[in-house]
């Protein structure tokens, strides 16, 4: 990507890119499920998403800093973007296939009875799913699959309409280009310590749908206020930092629901459909806020569609996503055993 010349080869490596990223993120909600227990499960991957928000956090000084090379060694500074944060993914892509095992039997980490437990109670979770949840034909087409496909849907609507368009909303507020990527800074920043926060809650009161719907309500608040509040930039960041915390609080406990549901192949090409469903909203949300903008010279209007978006994620989560709860049983939650000697 540092390297392109022509809009041509901008859409082709995109492409590439895209198709490179796309088995990421489902792979890794899928690998989770094979290590923890359901109901101790959107923790961790709350821990794992927090990367989004402290990525955009840490990430937009950083970019703002390394496009300050621009002309350095006869580079501009996006060019320099790309090939600067490119390292840290190549190095633990390598870090990732000496530290990471297939599954928890092999952990040299783990102590013989706390494999024995977590296999255990794993084992116990996957035989009392039903049998269409282990078929992927079946569940690629089931009704409830889908509708957890337009949840997420909703969900990336909200995330990348606001996290792509928020540095030219501040500096249409009056925020300089210099100040904006601190200023983004802020939200996403608070947005992964709720995440942690929200995930542990809902593990520890083992309940999964209002939390999803309770995060989609204070989202689509905030983004809705944030679009009546179009002359004050602190105003407007106060309302969007609601709607980021919001949204992204929403997604680790999402994932809790299909990886509950599911099994196996079934569960992997479940995970993969709601993903490859949530990335078209990816899509559609900056759109959606582009188009409006143009159209209408203001912000505003799209703030509200995307707000609109994130209520019904909570609203089809409230619909469809009860049966997910029936995992979180008393066998689910047994106490693991006592660990004798630090990790």
């Known amino acids: 990507m540092a390297f392109i010349h022509t809009p041509l080869s901008f859409y082709i490596l995109r492409f590439l890119l895209g198709a490179a990223e796309a088995g990421f993120f489902p792979g890794i909600v899928y690998y989770l499920t094979g290590w923890a227990p359901a109901a101790h499960r959107a923790r961790l991957i709350g821990l794992f998403m927090t990367a989004i928000p402290l990525s955009t956090a840490f990430g937009a000084p950083i970019s703002s800093f390394i496009l300050s090379l621009n002309g ?30 297939d599954q928890p039997g092999q952990a040299a980490w783990l102590t013989t009875e706390e494999k024995a437990w977590l296999t255990r109670t794993l084992e116990a979770e996957r035989s009392n799913r039903p049998a269409h949840a282990r078929a992927l034909l079946q569940t690629l087409v089931h009704p409830r699959v889908l509708a957890l496909g337009f949840c997420y849907f909703g969900a990336e609507i909200g995330l990348y309409g606001v996290i792509l368009w928020l540095p030219q909303i ?8 210099a100040n904006a990527g601190w200023a983004v800074a802020g939200p996403y920043a608070l947005a992964a310590a709720v995440m942690v926060l929200w995930c542990r809650h809902s ?9 999803i719907a309770i995060a989609s309500a204070v989202a ?7 679009a009546y509040a179009p002359h004050s930039a602190v105003l407007s960041l106060t309302a969007i930092t609601f709607g980021v915390v919001g949204t992204l609080a929403i997604l680790p406990v999402f994932w809790t629901l299909p990886t509950a549901l599911l099994d196996g192949a079934a569960a992997a090409g ?5 993903n490859a469903l949530g990335n078209i909203g990816g899509f559609v949300g900056p759109f959606v806020v582009g188009w409006i903008k143009d159209r209408t010279g203001s912000y505003a209007p799209g703030l509200l569609v995307i707000a609109g978006c994130v209520l019904m994620t909570g609203i089809i989560a409230l619909i469809v996503g009860h049966d997910s709860e029936a995992e979180y049983g008393e066998d689910a939650v047994q106490a693991a055993p006592a660990r004798a000697t630090k990790p």
């Open 72 to 101: 350095a060694f006869g580079l501009s500074g996006w060019r320099w973007l790309f090939l600067v944060e490119t390292v840290p993914s190549l190095a633990l892509g390598c870090a990732t296939l000496m530290w990471l095992h």
């Open 170 to 177: 501040l500096q249409n507020l009056g925020v300089s280009s």
């Open 203 to 211: 593990d520890r009161t083992r309940e999964r749908v209002w939390h």
């Open 220 to 226: 689509c608040a905030g983004l809705a206020a944030s």
């Open 270 to 274: 479940a995970i993969a459909l709601i």
